[in-house]
C-alpha cells in the first residue's frame, strides 16, 4: 500500500510538533523515520495509526484520505517499544488477540496464530507465557500478533531499544528478511542510525518537526544535504573543521587554524566565505609530516578490537578523530600528522549548514597531492 503525506502539520498546545511534512512511500517499501528526541518522528507514526489526527494536511493510504478513520478500520499492525504483551496469556493466545476482537471464530484464529508463529520461529512456544521468554522471544510474539491480521501497513515504534547489542543485529537481519517475504509496507521509528542504515530502504531524517532529507542510507551518508545529515549518520560522527574558502591564482584554498590546502577546482562562492569543513573519521590517515593537511595533538585512544580510534585537537581548541589499526601504537601526547582522502572533504556554508558542494552540483574528485600545510 502507498502511503501519501500532503502538507500535514500537527499542533499541540503551543508546540508545533509536524510541520509542512510531504512525504511519499511507496508498496513495499521499508521507510525508517530516523532523528533525535522530540523530532516529530512517533508523532507521525501516531497520525498514521490513527490515535492522532492532524491539525492540517491530508495524509493518504492509497487514494483513501485517512484522516478521521479510526484505527481499527486502518488495518495496520503496530509494534510497540514496550511489546504490551498480556502476562496472563498464552503465546497463542496474544497472537490470536487482534483476530478475537474482530470476532474470527476460535478455530480459525488459532490455525492462523500457528501459522503466524511459524514465520517468526515460535511453533514450539506456542504453550508459554511471556515471562517464560526471552526478549528477543517476547519481540517476536509483539511482531506476530501485528502480522497475524495480514496487515496492508506494519508501524514499528522503536521495537528492538530494549534488546541488548548482539541481540538487536539478529532481529534486525531477521525482521528485514520476513519483510521481504511478506512484501509489507513498513514504516518503523528509531533514534539508531546504525539501526536505520541497515534496515531501511529510505531513510526520512527528521529535526525539530521537518524532514531535513529522505533518501536511500547509500546516498544520505555520501550526499548529505546539509550539517545536521551529515553529522546525525555516522558513528563516530563526521568532524567539522571551521574554515574559510580563499580564492587566488592557483584556484580555490581551503584555510583554517593549523590548516591550509588547494581544491582542484575552483568553486563559485564568494572569496573569504566562512565554511565549515566535514571528514569522515574513516577518511584520514597518519601520514609523515611533510605530506600532512593537518597538525594534532592526541588526546584520547579508545579500543574498539580491530581498530582504535583517536581524538586529537588542532590548534589545542578544534577537535578531530580518525581510526587506526589496532597494532598502531598511538599515546596521549603524541605529535601526528593527518591527510584526508582525497575524494572525502565536504564543504558547508557556515552560515545556512548547507551542502555547498551538493547544492552547487559539484564534487571534490581529488586534493592537489601538493599541499600547501601550515604546522605548529
Not at 605529535?335 to 545556512?352: C, G, H
Request: hydrophobic share 40%; net charge positive; charged share 25%.
Amino acid at each position: 500500500m502507498n502511503i501519501r503525506f500532503e502538507q500535514v502539520s500537527k499542533q499541540f498546545s503551543n508546540h508545533l510538533a509536524i510541520s509542512d511534512l510531504n512525504l511519499t512511500i511507496q508498496d513495499g517499501e521499508f521507510v525508517c523515520l530516523l532523528g533525535p528526541s522530540g523530532c516529530g518522528k512517533t508523532t507521525t507514526l501516531m497520525m498514521l495509526a490513527g490515535l492522532y489526527q492532524p491539525t492540517q494536511g491530508n495524509i493518504y493510504f492509497g487514494n483513501q484520505v485517512v484522516n478521521f478513520l479510526e484505527p481499527k478500520d486502518r488495518n495496520i499492525g503496530m509494534v510497540f517499544q514496550s511489546y504490551a504483551l498480556y502476562p496472563h496469556m498464552t503465546v497463542r493466545d496474544n497472537i490470536a488477540f487482534p483476530l478475537k476482537q474482530q470476532k474470527v471464530p476460535k478455530k480459525i484464529r488459532y490455525e492462523r496464530a500457528e501459522k503466524t508463529a511459524r514465520l517468526v520461529r515460535l511453533e514450539n512456544y506456542l504453550d508459554r507465557k511471556p515471562s517464560q521468554l526471552s526478549g528477543g522471544q517476547q519481540q517476536r510474539v509483539a511482531l506476530a500478533r501485528a502480522l497475524v491480521k495480514e496487515p496492508d501497513l506494519l508501524l514499528l515504534d522503536e521495537p528492538m531499544s530494549n534488546l541488548d547489542a548482539r541481540l538487536k543485529i539478529e532481529m534486525r537481519e531477521e525482521l528485514r528478511q520476513l519483510q521481504k517475504q511478506l512484501n509489507i509496507t513498513t514504516i518503523m521509528v528509531t533514534h539508531d542510525q546504525e539501526e536505520a542504515m541497515a534496515m531501511a530502504d529510505r531513510i526520512a531524517i527528521l529535526d525539530r518537526g521537518k524532514i531535513q532529507q529522505f533518501d536511500t542510507p547509500e546516498h544520505l551518508f555520501t550526499n548529505p544535504k546539509n550539517m545536521f545529515v551529515a553529522h546525525f549518520l555516522g558513528n563516530p560522527p563526521m568532524n567539522f573543521l571551521e574554515g574559510q574558502l580563499i580564492q587566488d591564482l592557483d584556484g580555490t584554498v581551503v584555510e583554517g587554524k593549523g590548516y591550509r590546502f588547494h581544491l582542484e577546482k575552483q568553486v563559485n562562492v564568494p572569496n573569504k566565505m566562512d565554511v565549515i569543513i566535514g571528514i569522515r573519521p574513516h577518511d584520514l590517515h597518519v601520514v609523515s609530516e611533510w605530506k600532512g593537511v593537518f597538525s594534532a595533538m592526541v588526546t584520547n585512544v579508545e579500543h574498539l578490537g580491530r581498530e582504535k580510534l583517536v581524538s586529537s585537537t588542532i590548534e589545542g581548541h578544534q577537535t578531530i578523530r580518525f581510526f587506526v589499526n589496532h597494532n598502531q601504537l598511538m599515546k596521549f601526547g603524541d605529535r601526528i600528522y593527518l591527510s584526508p582522502n582525497l575524494d572525502a572533504v565536504f564543504l558547508f556554508s557556515k552560515k545556512t549548514g548547507e551542502n555547498l558542494l551538493l547544492s552547487k552540483g559539484m564534487t571534490i574528485n581529488s586534493l592537489k597531492k601538493k599541499t600547501d600545510a601550515l604546522l605548529e
